[in-house]
């Protein structure tokens, strides 16, 4: 390893509540699937399915693009 790749591994990135917006969405036949990125501008993103009840949506794929 490099010093450019120990200092990308050790870099910290700063905490903060995600703000998800958004990007897009689709029905499937376990609920509708949203395409969600950070509002805070972090980079990151992730998948949600909201199921057909009236509970909140939930991550189906850990963040990604931080």
Known sequence: MDAAQTLETT???PAH???WLVDSAHDT???R???VR???GCGARRIDLQGP???PPSAVSR???R
Do not use: K
């Open 38 to 40: 950070c509002g805070a």
């Open 63 to 65: 963040e990604f693009g």
């Open 29 to 31: 036949s376990d609920g």
């Open 53 to 55: 009840s009236t509970l």
């Open 33 to 35: 699937v949203l395409y």
């Open 17 to 19: 509540e995600h703000a």
């Open 11 to 13: 870099r910290q990135v």
